[in-house]
């Protein structure tokens, strides 16, 4: 998976997560971006065919090579929080697990 890209700048990015569609990768670049890692979405996908294999749909997040080990590890707690969030009424967000106040849409009519 840590596939290895130079951009035109000269720096080299490499890959530390594999994602399923363009929507996850937009996620998890901007999870990372908001911990001060730069991040990129690297889509290899071929959009022609009808399946959704891994091999043949590949859209990787990469972050300069530099970073990959800081990458990883706020990924790594990103996925310990959300493994150890109470199942219910929560939301995970970056800061962690956050309750919904259900109230809310009952005073908006919904």
């Known amino acids: 998976m840590a596939e290895t890209d130079e951009s035109a700048d000269g720096g080299s990015w ?5 994602v399923a569609n363009t929507s996850e990768a937009a996620l998890v670049v901007g ?3 908001n911990h001060d890692i730069p ?3 690297l889509d290899k996908s071929f959009h022609q065919t009808p399946t959704s294999g891994e091999d043949l749909s590949p859209i990787e997040i990469a972050v300069p090579s530099e970073r990959v080990d800081d990458a990883r590890r706020a990924l790594d707690a990103r996925q310990a929080v959300y493994a150890a969030a109470p199942e219910g009424d929560t939301v995970m967000t970056d800061e962690g697990p956050a309750e919904i106040d259900a109230s809310a849409d009952t005073e ?3």
Not at 14 to 18: D, L
């Open 39 to 41: 991040a990129r979405v």
């Open 14 to 18: 490499s890959g530390v997560e594999r």
């Open 31 to 33: 999870f990372l971006r």
């Open 108 to 110: 908006r009519g919904e």
